[in-house]
């Protein structure tokens, strides 16, 4: 800055044209930003986190989805460097590989759990950012998400360490968790735009449900992964349950487990008779039997739920019987994606007090105006019977 200093006062002395030039330059010096501050936030597990600028080569641990990222960024590529493969990012390639084909060369850093992590893969990016989600490091921790060993090694290494939730309790987790990827990648106004989107539509839900007494919430069985041979994995008092509970539904999971997600017996489910069933799947175009999800038609979804209710030992259940049998999409839960969902299982337990409320049209919105590039697909189904 010296050296400049001189430059100009030679450039003053010198008169003339030379001296406009050396005023331009002074201005331009006087006009340029000044180094930013550093960003800190708390995160999910309590604590604080601190970058020198804004990331722009961050690491998702699984179970991250690209999805919050893709809310953040027009090209969330540009942002991440490498991912660990769990939750919706196992289906990402088909959502994002026709716009951005560079996502098939993203280095995969670990597989399902934050212990398959490889340090030295993490290293090799020269990331600026770790994001992990609360429910892969907190259940090897407890609450102390630096007890990781690969969080403290990379934290050693000086690569900061984030911990968010958009699975465990997506209610309350969602607007934060995303509040600080946007502060931390100086993206605050594309998340708060989205946010303002998110309160809107899960507000008018719980406007709709706000006087709903507990006689008036339907029984819900939520049957995960419905497909799998083994009866039957179900939502506790976390994931899925929170968005039955906003949707002014009782989910009897949360009655019959003492963790977020886990097994119950069809034996229980029988006994509690709940009112409503909703099956869970994912899938893609080419997946045999229930399905949905990126590439899954409405005649295959509604051909697949018809057969696993007519096939399975789950057809004994009343909701069943009665017509009152439904089909999600299972990854909804692992984005903020999931306020679609939300709407969904609205109206399917209060169809009168939702009759004008159209989830298609807000899948819609939010594909046109804040991903990325578009979900689609059949994410729903139902209602169906038990068929012959």
């Avoid at 604590?47 to 600028?53: D, F, H, L």
């Avoid at 460097?81 to 289906?91: F, K, L, R």
């Avoid at 005649?299 to 030992?313: K, S, V």
Wanted: glycine share 10%; hydrophobic share 45%.
């Amino acid at each position: 800055m010296t050296r400049f200093a001189t430059r100009i006062g030679w450039l003053r002395k010198s008169g003339g044209m030379r001296s406009r030039l050396a005023g331009l330059l002074l201005a331009l010096v006087m006009a340029a930003p000044a180094a930013s501050e550093p960003i800190r936030v708390t995160d999910l597990s309590g604590r604080e986190i601190t970058v020198a600028a804004p990331a722009h080569r961050i690491v998702l641990g699984s179970w991250v989805s690209m999805d919050a990222i893709s809310l953040l960024d027009s090209n969330p590529l540009s942002l991440v460097v490498a991912w660990g493969m769990g939750g919706s990012n196992e289906i990402q390639p088909e959502i994002l590989g026709k716009k951005f084909p560079e996502i098939g060369k993203l280095p995969v850093i670990g597989r399902g759990t934050v212990d398959s992590m490889s340090v030295e893969a993490i290293l090799a990016q020269r990331p600026d950012l770790l994001v992990l989600s609360k429910f892969d490091a907190v259940r090897f921790s407890g609450s102390d998400a630096s007890a990781v060993p690969q969080i403290a090694q990379l934290q050693a290494a000086g690569v900061p360490v984030v911990v968010v939730d958009f699975y465990l309790d997506p209610l309350a987790n969602t607007e934060p968790s995303l509040r600080i990827l946007g502060q931390l990648t100086g993206r605050s106004a594309q998340a708060e735009a989205f946010l303002s989107f998110y309160k809107e539509h899960m507000d008018g839900i719980r406007k709709r449900l706000a006087n709903i007494s507990d006689d008036k919430r339907p029984s819900v069985f939520l049957h995960a992964f419905a497909g799998r041979r083994e009866c039957c994995f179900s939502a506790g008092n976390g994931t899925l349950d929170g968005l039955v509970r906003l949707a002014g539904g009782h989910n009897i999971g949360a009655d019959l487990l003492r963790t977020a997600i886990g097994q119950v017996s069809l034996e229980s489910v029988l006994k509690r008779n709940p009112d409503v069933y909703i099956a869970t799947a994912v899938g893609n175009g080419a997946t045999a039997g229930f399905a949905l999800g990126i590439g899954v038609s409405d005649e295959q979804a509604r051909r697949g739920f018809a057969a696993l209710l007519r096939d399975r030992n789950e057809s004994a259940i009343g909701a069943v019987e009665r017509g009152q049998a439904f089909g999600l999409w299972h990854l909804f839960v692992h984005t903020p994606l999931h306020v679609v969902a939300a709407e969904v299982l609205a109206k399917w337990l209060h169809p009168d007090l939702f009759s004008d409320v159209d989830p298609a049209r807000t899948m819609a919105t939010i594909n046109t105006r804040y991903l990325a590039a578009p979900v689609e697909g059949t994410l729903w189904t139902g209602p169906a019977t038990k068929t012959p």
